[in-house]
């Protein structure tokens, strides 16, 4: 028979699709946190050996590094040269003889101060300087605080002279004004003249130099004449005003508002020359803040004197009553004016009244006749006459009479000539209040 050979397949697997059950949920829950375990073990062993590698890569360089450096020809001829004959011998003499240390240390002290002697001074500023703080100018002098701002420091320098030194901070914008001629330069971390030289500017020999500390850089003013203002507080009491109020009874107040003390802020101007101030002006001042304290005053009374007359009448406006202003300042309320007829009348002689009235009062000046009916007895009243060129005053009702009816009032006059000389006339009748008991 014939035999035939036959070459075999490699045949894929065939990866079935797990299926999903409760029981292969449970094993995968099961197995995360032990999957999860080994993923952190490996991760962290990579990470560890990175680092063990890195280090070991660096120190294996650091020490490569050094021994080339110690086997390089700079450090050879410093090792030549510590051991050379003459240093071995200036050591074992500074060891061994005192007299060469002590040669040595002067040797050395000597050259340090010769060094410093001819090291060049550092540059200092001559002039005037004036600083403008918050709290105004100042002259610099021995006296004044060493400060630090952003840009500026002023510093005392060594020595015994003890002047200031102007640092000016680097990279900042500085402004300098000077004559006519305004300059912006950034500092580089230099003293103020050799900043000042840069830019160019030669001081004269009256000349000031300002220097602003008020706002966020540095201004500088350079002049023989500077100006500045100073400002001084004077406290002020307070005025009081006083109204009058006629409906006030007479020799009473009251108080409407409180007054206030407060204070003017006064300008000044001071002219400084070489850093004294020569002369000031007055520039003017401020409001004055105190609050005048108000005052109501009565005027109000219920009689005046014989003389005096009424100066302005002015009515309510529902045009009952109203108040009478007289030229002594006084003031009276009336609740009624009447236009009446008036005579005269006296007491005692031929065809004179009794000396007694009807409600049994004693006659006298301001004894005035009515009819009770139209105007009560005891009523007072300031009678003139109608255009007001003769005035009778103050009177009242406390008598009566047979001829005296209606708008008629019968004024009372010391004598018979008085009586004539006041015959019969039309007068106005103001009706006045009475005194509140």
């Not at 500023?125 to 600083?131: E, G, K």
């Not at 206030?260 to 101007?269: A, D, F, N, R």
């Not at 070489?274 to 009565?298: F, K, N, Q």
């Not at 009374?301 to 108040?323: F, K, L, S």
Request: charged share 20%; net charge neutral; proline share 4%.
């Amino acid at each position: 028979m014939e035999r035939i050979e036959t070459t075999g397949r490699r045949v894929a697997p065939v990866h079935r699709r797990p299926r999903l059950t409760p029981v292969s949920v449970c094993q995968a829950i099961h197995d995360a946190p032990y999957r999860l375990a080994r993923l952190v073990r490996r991760g962290v062993h990579a990470v560890g050996y990175w680092v063990a590698w890195t280090w070991d890569a660096v120190v294996t360089d650091q020490k490569q590094m050094h021994h080339e450096f110690l086997r390089s020809r700079f450090v050879g001829r410093c090792r030549a040269l510590c051991h050379a004959p003459v240093l071995v011998g200036f050591a074992a003499a500074m060891r061994d003889n005192w007299l060469v240390r002590l040669t040595a240390m002067t040797a050395l002290t000597a050259a340090i101060f010769v060094g410093i002697s001819l090291a060049p001074a550092a540059p200092t500023l001559d002039a005037i300087c004036i600083l403008v703080t918050g709290s105004g100018p100042q002259v610099v002098s021995q006296n004044t605080a060493e400060l630090d701002r952003d840009y500026l420091s002023l510093r005392r320098s060594l020595g015994g002279s003890h002047t200031m030194q102007y640092i000016l901070q680097p990279g900042r914008t500085v402004t300098v004004h000077h004559n006519d001629r305004t300059v912006t330069a950034v500092s580089q971390g230099e003293r103020l003249p050799v900043f000042l030289d840069r830019c160019g500017i030669r001081l004269g020999s009256d000349e000031m130099v300002e220097l602003d500390l008020t706002g966020d850089e540095l201004s500088l003013r350079i002049s023989s004449t500077l100006t500045y203002q100073h400002f001084v507080t004077v406290e002020t009491d307070y005025a009081v005003e006083r109204t009058p109020d006629p409906l006030m009874d007479k020799g009473t107040e009251t108080v409407i508002r409180k007054g206030v003390s407060g204070h003017i802020v006064e300008t000044y101007e001071d002219t400084v020359v070489r850093g004294e101030v020569v002369s000031t002006r007055y520039v003017g001042a401020s409001h004055d803040t105190s609050h005048a304290e108000l005052i109501r005053y009565g005027t109000r009374v219920y009689e005046v004197a014989r003389d005096d007359t009424i100066d302005r009448v002015v009515p309510n406006a529902d045009g009952e009553g109203g108040i009478l202003y007289f030229k002594s300042g006084d003031t009276m309320t009336y609740s009624k004016v009447m236009a009446c007829s008036s005579t005269a009348y006296y007491s005692g002689g031929d065809g004179g009244a009794a000396w007694t009235t009807a409600v049994g009062a004693s006659v006298g000046i301001g004894t005035i006749a009515v009819d009770p009916t139209v105007i009560p007895y005891y009523t007072k009243m300031f009678i003139q006459t109608t255009n007001g060129s003769r005035v009778y005053g103050m009177g009242t009702a406390l008598d009566c009479g047979g001829a005296i009816k209606g708008n008629i009032v019968d004024l009372w006059f010391p004598s018979y000539a008085d009586c004539r000389g006041w015959g019969r006339r039309a007068v106005t009748v103001y009706i006045l209040d009475k005194k509140a008991s």
